[in-house]
Nanobody, 120 residues
Framework: QVQLVESGGGLVQPGGSLRLSCAASGSIFRINAMGWHRQAPGKERELVAA???????NYADSVKGRFAISADNAKKTWILQMNSLKPEDTAVYYC??????????????WGQGTQVTVSS
C-alpha cells in the first residue's frame, strides 16, 4: 500500500507565494519521478512541474520562472514553491509519483488534491 499526502494549499493574494508539500509512505522500493499537476474548473488536468530521482526538472511554460520543484529522495517528500501567483493559477493541485513497490509493479500514484486560490 502506497499513499501520497499533500499539504500547504490555501488562499493567497495575487503576487503572493505558497508552498505545497507531498509525502509518500508505504511499501516503497523506489520513487522514479515526482511531480505536481493541477486542474481548474472546467479544464483538463495539466502538468505543472516534475522532477526525476536524478534531479532533472520540467515545468509548464505558464509557471517557468515562478514555480520551483524540489525533492528529498531519502525522506520521500517533494515541494512545489509557488511565487508571483496569478489568479489563473487557481486550481486543485495534485501531487503524483511513479513508484516501484517493494513487492509489485511500478505505477503512478496520486494525492488527494489541495485547493489553491489566488484572489484579492
Amino acid at each position: 500500500q502506497v499513499q501520497l499526502v499533500e499539504s500547504g494549499g490555501g488562499l493567497v493574494q495575487p503576487g503572493g507565494s505558497l508552498r505545497l508539500s507531498c509525502a509518500a509512505s508505504g511499501s516503497i522500493f523506489r520513487i522514479n519521478a515526482m511531480g505536481w499537476h493541477r486542474q481548474a474548473p472546467g479544464k483538463e488536468r495539466e502538468l505543472v512541474a516534475a522532477i526525476t530521482s536524478g534531479g532533472t526538472t520540467n515545468y509548464a511554460d505558464s509557471v517557468k520562472g515562478r514555480f520551483a520543484i524540489s525533492a528529498d529522495n531519502a525522506k520521500k517528500t517533494w515541494i512545489l514553491q509557488m511565487n508571483s501567483l496569478k489568479p489563473e493559477d487557481t486550481a486543485v493541485y495534485y501531487c503524483n509519483a511513479e513508484i516501484r513497490q517493494i513487492i509489485g509493479q511500478t505505477r503512478p500514484y496520486w494525492g488527494q488534491g489541495t485547493q489553491v486560490t489566488v484572489s484579492s
